[in-house]
C-alpha cells in the first residue's frame, strides 16, 4: 500500500467531470469523451414510451444492484437516452466504462457534453430544465459498476440515490437525517467546519482521498446519502473535483473537532460499535474484542480513531467511538520507528493521518523518532529549470517503509509509505572514496584515464521534455570537477578515442544569421576539457543528415544531401581528418549514400551503413574502410547494424564501453553475426527469427529466448530460455521462464529469472539458491559481492546465499522512457577495483570496498 500526497487525482464517481490523471498526483481535463446517441434519430427519446417500468427511487432500489445485467435494465427501464464511452476507477486501476443515460425529461430536451459537466446535467437538474436523471457505468463485461439517480421530488427539492451497486445497501438523500435537520440541499453551497480527507466514495472498501477538505473554502453540495455529503471543488483552470465527507463536517459543531496526540486503544470486547460520524444513529459495524484503534482526536464525548484494518482491503480512514465505552487504553504513540519491530499497521494508521504535505518535522521527529538514513530525493523540477533535489528522511521497519521530503522550511512536501518485501534489507552506511553532486539528475559513468574520470549528464527529458546534456570531467582522487561541455538539447553527441585521451564532440547542423548551414566538431583534451582543434564546416543547403566516425587517430564525417523526400537524389561524401591536430587527410563521395554506425568508443576501422529511404537508415550494406586512407577492408552485403540495441528483442550493448571496440554485431532477415570489425571475419552466427530474442551476456555466453507455442517473442511470451556458447552456437543448458540480466562469475551465473534472483551453475544450469527479493535489473559484481542497481538504490547480496545484506544508503538509481541501454549499465560500474555509482538525483561517487554486513 502506497499513499500518494494528499492532492485531487480522481475521476468522479458520478463523472460530475470528464478527468484524466496524465501523471501521479496531478490531473488535467480531458478532451470531451465520445458519446454515441442511442437514438436513430440522434434525439432524446421520450421515456413514457421506451421505458417498461417507471424510473423513482424505490424501483431503483429494488432492480439495480451489482447483478443486474444490461439486459435486465433495457427491459426494466428501456432503451437509454445516450449511451456514452468513458473511463471509471476501480481502486487503483481505470477501467474504460460504457455509460447509459435516462433522461427524465420534457420534449426536446438536450445536454451537450461541451458544458464541461461531464454525464450528469447537474446545471440541469438545478435549474429545472431536467426533472431527473439516471447513470449507468457498466464494465467492458457487462457488469454493473455504479448507478446514480437524481431527480425531483414532489416539493421540487433535488435528491440523489445511490444503489447496491457499490454501496452494501441503497442510499439516498432522504435517508440524510442530519442534513434535514440542517436544512443543507443539493446545489448549496457549503463548507466544512473542520479539516477532513474528502473520499471517492462515501462508504466501503473505495476510499481512496480525493483532496483535503479545509475550512473557510466554498464548496458545491452534489449528492447526499444516509450519512454522507458529495461536494465539488471547482478550480479554475483545472476542474471539478468531487468526493464525500459525512455531514457533520458541514454542521457548526464540526469546529469543536480537537487533534491530540495519538494514542493507542484497543476493543475490550465484542460488539462495540464504531460510527461514520459522531451521532448515534451513523453506527459504521460492530467492532471484535482486540482490534486496534489510533486516537487521533475528539469532540465533546467522541473520540476521532483510525482503525487497523488487518485485511487491507480499504485505506485508513477517520471513525468516531463513544468515550464512555470501555476500551483498554495502550499509552501514546512516540518515536515509532526507533524500534525496527514497527509493525505495518500500525504504521499505516500513523502515516496516513499525521505524515501529510505542511506538516512539520518537529512535530514528525517526535512522532517517529530519527530516520534510519537521511538522503536526497530525485529531482523535484521539471526539465529546462534547474536541477533541485530535497532531504529525504527514510524510515525502517522489518515490516514497513516510510520516506518523507523536506522542504528548505522543514515541511512535509511528499512522502511514500509502503509496506517492506520478505527479504529486503535495512539501509546502512557505505564508506565512499568521495561523493560529488553534478549540475544535471541523470549521470552515466563513459571511462577514465590516469587523469580523469568521464562522465555523461542528462536531464531525463525525452522527446519535447528534453532541454540539457553535458559532459564532465572528475579528478579521480578527489571527484573535483576539472571541466564540463553543455551540449543542451543533444544527447550522445560524443565519441572517446580508445585510450579516452581525447573526445569529439559534435553538433547536429543548424543555420546560423546568414542562412549558412553549419556543422561543428570539437576535440577535446580529456584531461582538462580544452579544444585541441574545431572543425566548422559550411555545408551545402539541402544537407539532412551528418554522421560522425572515429577510428585509430582519424574522425570522420559523412554528410548527406539532397530532396529528402526523394532518395534517388542523394548524395553522402566523407571526409576525415587527423584526431590530433586536425588536419584534413582526405574525402571523397560515396559509392552510394550512407552513414557511421554509431560507436561510443573508437575501433580500428571506419564502418558504414549503407542504405536510406527519406531520410531514414535502413540498411542493406556495412563497409569497413582503413581510416588514414579511406581504403575499403571489407564489405558485407545484406546487412544493417541495428539502430537500437532493443531493436528485435536483441539485448546488448551497442556501443560497449568496454575494450570490445573491435566487435559489431550485425543482423540479415535470417541471422545475428557478431563480425571481427577490422576483418570482418564472422565470430559467431545466431538464428534471427520472429519467436525467438537474445541477450548478449559476454564475449562467450547468451541467452536465448524462444515461445513456447511458435508464436511471435512479445514482453508477455510464456517462453524457454537456452545458455548458449556464442562461438559455437551450442545449447549448454535450458530452462523454463525468462533469464535475463545475466553475468557470469567464476563458474557461476547470476541471472534473474521470471523475476527472482539466482545463481546458477555455468556448465549446467544446477541452482544453488534463489533470492527472496523479487526484480529485474542489472547485476554487478565488486568486492567479492553482488550488486543490484535498483529503483530503491543500490542492494548488496551475499553471493554464496542469495541473501540480501543491505542497501547502500544516499543511493539512487532510475531510468527515464527513452533511456539507452548502454546507461543503464553505466549508472554501476566496477572498474580497476573501484566502484563508480551514477544516479538519478545527480550524484555521482566512487567507493574503494564494501562495508561487511557486519560492519
Given at each position: 500500500m502506497t499513499f500518494p500526497k494528499k492532492k485531487a487525482t480522481l475521476l468522479s464517481v458520478i463523472a460530475l467531470i470528464w478527468l484524466l490523471a496524465g501523471c501521479e498526483n496531478s490531473a488535467t481535463q480531458a478532451p470531451s469523451p465520445s458519446v454515441t446517441p442511442a437514438a436513430t434519430n440522434q434525439k432524446a427519446i421520450s421515456l413514457a414510451s421506451a421505458s417498461t417500468l417507471e424510473i423513482t427511487d424505490a424501483s431503483i432500489r429494488e432492480h439495480l444492484d451489482g447483478t443486474t445485467t444490461k439486459s435486465q435494465a433495457r427491459s426494466a427501464y428501456g432503451q437509454p437516452s445516450y449511451i456514452g464511452k468513458g473511463v471509471y476507477w476501480i481502486g487503483n486501476d481505470l477501467v474504460d466504462v460504457e455509460v447509459w443515460r435516462y433522461d427524465q425529461a420534457p420534449q426536446g430536451y438536450t445536454y451537450s457534453w461541451d458544458d464541461s459537466q461531464g454525464y450528469l446535467d447537474l446545471r440541469g437538474l438545478l435549474g429545472g430544465k431536467v426533472n431527473g436523471q439516471l447513470l449507468l457505468y457498466w464494465?467492458?463485461?457487462?457488469?454493473?459498476?455504479?448507478?446514480?439517480?437524481?431527480?425531483?421530488?414532489?416539493?421540487?427539492?433535488?435528491?440523489?440515490?445511490?444503489?447496491?451497486?457499490?454501496?452494501?445497501?441503497?442510499?439516498?438523500?432522504?435517508?440524510?437525517?442530519?442534513?434535514?435537520?440542517?436544512?443543507?440541499?443539493?446545489?448549496?453551497?457549503?463548507?466544512?467546519?473542520?479539516?477532513?480527507?474528502?473520499?471517492?466514495?462515501?462508504?466501503?472498501?473505495?476510499?481512496?482521498?480525493?483532496?483535503?477538505?479545509?475550512?473557510?473554502?466554498?464548496?458545491?453540495?452534489?449528492?447526499?446519502?444516509?450519512?454522507?455529503?458529495?461536494?465539488?471543488?471547482?478550480?479554475?483552470?483545472e476542474g471539478w473535483y468531487d468526493a464525500w465527507v459525512p455531514v457533520w463536517m458541514l454542521t457548526a459543531e464540526a469546529s469543536s473537532l480537537s487533534q491530540q496526540a495519538p494514542e493507542q486503544w484497543s476493543v475490550a470486547a465484542d460488539g462495540m460499535p464504531i460510527y461514520w460520524q459522531p451521532a448515534d444513529d451513523a453506527v459504521a459495524r460492530r467492532m471484535d474484542a482486540g482490534e486496534r484503534l489510533l486516537v487521533v482526536g475528539s469532540s465533546g464525548n467522541w473520540r476521532a480513531v483510525i482503525v487497523e484494518e488487518k485485511d487491507l482491503k480499504a485505506e485508513p480512514r477517520v471513525l468516531w467511538i463513544k468515550d464512555e465505552e470501555t476500551y483498554i487504553h495502550e499509552g501514546q504513540v512516540n518515536?515509532?520507528?526507533?524500534?525496527?519491530?514497527?509493525?505495518?499497521?500500525?504504521?499505516?494508521?500513523?502515516?496516513?493521518?499525521f505524515v501529510r504535505e505542511g506538516a512539520p518535522q518537529a512535530e514528525l521527529e517526535k512522532l517517529l523518532g530519527l530516520p534510519q538514513a537521511v538522503e536526497r530525493s530525485g529531482n523535484v523540477k521539471s526539465t529546462g529549470e534547474p536541477m533541485e533535489t530535497l532531504e529525504r528522511w527514510r524510515y525502517e521497519s522489518e515490516t514497513a517503509e516510510l520516506l518523507i521530503d523536506w522542504s528548505p522550511q522543514g515541511k512535509v512536501v511528499d512522502y511514500t509509505f509502503s509496506p517492506r518485501e520478505e527479504g529486503q534489507p535495512f539501509t546502512k552506511e557505505q564508506s565512499l572514496r568521495w561523493r560529488t553532486t553534478s549540475d544535471l539528475a541523470y549521470n552515466f559513468f563513459i571511462g577514465r584515464t590516469d587523469r580523469a574520470l568521464l562522465i555523461s549528464g542528462e536531464d531525463g527529458g525525452f522527446s519535447g521534455m528534453h532541454y540539457d546534456s553535458n559532459l564532465f570531467a572528475l579528478d579521480p582522487d578527489t571527484g573535483r570537477k576539472l571541466w564540463q561541455r553543455d551540449l543542451g538539447f543533444h544527447t550522445d553527441r560524443f565519441i572517446l578515442s580508445s585510450d579516452r585521451r581525447y573526445m569529439a564532440v559534435h553538433m547536429p547542423p543548424e543555420n546560423n544569421a546568414e542562412q549558412e548551414r553549419l556543422g561543428r566538431l570539437d576535440v577535446l583534451d580529456t584531461s582538462n576539457g580544452s579544444n585541441k582543434w574545431t572543425l566548422k564546416h559550411n555545408l551545402p543547403d539541402d544537407t539532412f543528415d551528418v554522421s560522425y566516425g572515429l577510428a585509430g587517430e582519424v574522425v570522420a564525417m559523412i554528410y548527406t544531401t539532397g530532396d529528402f523526400y526523394s532518395p534517388n537524389t542523394y548524395r553522402s561524401i566523407i571526409e576525415a581528418y587527423a584526431l590530433r591536430d586536425g588536419r584534413k587527410l582526405w574525402s571523397r563521395e560515396l559509392d552510394h549514400p550512407g552513414r557511421f554506425v554509431p560507436s561510443l568508443i573508437a575501433g580500428g576501422k571506419l564502418i558504414i551503413e549503407y542504405g536510406m529511404d527519406s531520410g531514414v537508415p535502413v540498411g542493406n550494406e556495412i563497409a569497413a574502410y582503413e581510416p588514414k586512407n579511406g581504403k575499403e577492408v571489407w564489405r558485407m552485403e545484406g546487412m544493417a547494424a541495428p539502430l537500437s540495441e532493443w531493436a528485435d528483442h536483441f539485448y546488448y550493448e551497442a556501443r560497449a564501453l568496454d575494450d570490445r571496440m573491435n566487435q559489431l554485431w550485425v543482423k540479415s532477415p535470417l541471422a545475428w553475426t557478431l563480425v571481427d570489425s577490422n576483418t570482418g571475419d564472422p565470430l559467431s552466427t545466431l538464428p534471427r527469427r520472429d519467436d525467438i530474442g537474445y541477450e548478449i551476456v559476454n564475449d562467450r555466453y547468451a541467452i536465448r529466448l524462444s515461445t513456447k507455442d511458435g508464436a511471435p517473442l512479445g514482453y508477455n511470451s510464456d517462453v524457454t530460455s537456452e545458455w548458449i556458447e556464442l562461438g559455437s552456437s551450442k545449447t549448454l543448458w535450458t530452462m523454463d521462464g525468462t533469464l535475463e540480466r545475466a553475468i557470469v562469475v567464476g563458474d557461476a551465473v547470476y541471472a534473474w529469472s521470471e523475476g527472482t534472483l539466482r545463481r546458477l551453475r555455468l556448465g549446467d544450469g544446477h541452482q544453488y539458491w534463489s533470492s527472496k527479493l523479487t526484480s529485474r535489473v542489472w547485476l554487478q559484481w565488486f568486492d567479492g559481492q553482488l550488486l543490484a542497481a535498483s529503483d530503491a538504490g543500490v542492494l548488496v547480496f551475499d553471493p554464496h546465499n542469495g541473501e540480501a545484506l543491505y542497501r547502500i544508503a544516499g543511493t539512487r538509481h532510475g531510468g527515464y522512457d527513452a533511456m539507452e541501454h548502454w546507461r543503464t549499465r553505466a549508472q554501476l560500474t566496477a572498474l580497476d577495483g573501484k566502484l563508480y555509482t551514477g544516479s538519478d538525483n545527480g550524484f555521482f561517487s566512487v567507493a574503494d570496498r564494501l562495508v561487511k554486513s557486519r560492519e
Open positions: 464494465d467492458e463485461q457487462g457488469k454493473l459498476l455504479d448507478a446514480t439517480y437524481h431527480y425531483h421530488d414532489s416539493d421540487g427539492n433535488l435528491q440523489t440515490l445511490l444503489t447496491a451497486a457499490q454501496l452494501e445497501h441503497p442510499s439516498s438523500s432522504t435517508d440524510n437525517r442530519m442534513a434535514r435537520e440542517q436544512g443543507f440541499r443539493i446545489g448549496d453551497t457549503v463548507q466544512v467546519h473542520a479539516e477532513i480527507d474528502a473520499t471517492r466514495l462515501p462508504q466501503g472498501a473505495d476510499n481512496t482521498v480525493v483532496y483535503r477538505a479545509v475550512p473557510g473554502h466554498n464548496y458545491q453540495l452534489a449528492a447526499l446519502t444516509e450519512h454522507f455529503a458529495q461536494l465539488v471543488d471547482i478550480r479554475e483552470g518515536d515509532l520507528f526507533d524500534s525496527t519491530q514497527a509493525s505495518y499497521l500500525s504504521a499505516r494508521t500513523v502515516a496516513y493521518y
